[in-house]
T-cell receptor, first 113, second 114 residues
Framework: KQEVTQIPAALSVPEGENLVLNCSFT??????LQWFRQDPGKGLTSLLLIQSSQREQTSGRLNASLDKSSGRSTLYIAASQPGDSATYLC????????????FGQGTRLTINP | DGGITQSPKYLFRKEGQNVTLSCEQNLNHDAMYWYRQDPGQGLRLIYY???????QKGDIAEGYSVSREKKESFPLTVTSAQKNPTAFYLC?????????????FGAGSRLTVL
């Protein structure tokens, strides 16, 4: 059974720092890995999607990498801003077609001005 | 604007009552999903539907029921058989089988059992 873990559960950094969020999964047989952002009491917004054949994806200040062999993905945020404060969740896609996602517990990120 | 609308945003229920959460999308997406989120935990899949009049159980379907009579609508009923229904419920959709694999989520419905 696929399990997805995100450590740490919470992270607080000063504004302007570069930071890395970690995601690990137990079964390398995934077909994609997605990163989402969730603001308090809100739904999820998709940030980046990495297909299993890809190593990384970039969008603005965000860069996500995928290493299937080690069961790891990272989300790199450059030049962090207070507006980046949110919970970040990763999810592994495990069944093609049905798009079943297994989510991690999330990392609650706080950027201090 | 295209998107997913969930209602109500907040719902309070007495024990023993069934409640229905609404999910409507105008994205012309084929597949729709219901997830449950508990504090400090990731999302868990309740039910999903890839086409009209067809749906499958997810990982935690017990105590829940759904219907898919129209492409744009996928309501979730939380029945009295659900032992711990207090949670944040999220509906999502995706174009299927073609199209991007990205899920679009609604804003969520928070259910509290009194």
């Amino acid at each position: 059974k696929q399990e997805v873990t995100q450590i740490p559960a919470a992270l607080s950094v000063p504004e302007g720092e570069n930071l890395v969020l970690n995601c690990s999964f137990t079964d390398s047989a995934i077909y994609n890995l997605q990163w989402f952002r969730q603001d308090p009491g809100k739904g999820l917004t998709s940030l980046l999607l990495i297909q299993s054949s890809q190593r990384e994806q970039t969008s603005g200040r965000l860069n996500a990498s995928l290493d299937k062999s080690s069961g790891r993905s990272t989300l790199y945020i450059a030049a962090s801003q207070p507006g980046d404060s949110a919970t970040y969740l990763c999810a592994a896609g495990i069944i093609q077609g049905a798009q079943k996602l297994v989510f991690g517990q999330g990392t609650r990120l706080t950027i201090n001005p | 604007d295209g998107g997913i609308t969930q209602s109500p945003k907040y719902l309070f229920r007495k024990e023993g009552q069934n409640v229905t959460l609404s999910c409507e999308q105008n994205l012309n997406h084929d597949a729709m999903y219901w997830y449950r989120q508990d504090p400090g935990q990731g999302l868990r899949l309740i039910y999903y539907s890839q086409i009209v009049n067809d749906f499958q159980k997810g990982d935690i379907a017990e105590g829940y029921s759904v219907s898919r009579e129209k492409k744009e609508s996928f309501p979730l009923t939380v029945t009295s058989a659900q032992k711990n229904p207090t949670a944040f419920y999220l509906c999502a959709s995706r174009a299927w089988p073609s199209g991007a694999n990205v899920l679009t989520f609604g804003a969520g419905s928070r259910l509290t059992v009194l």
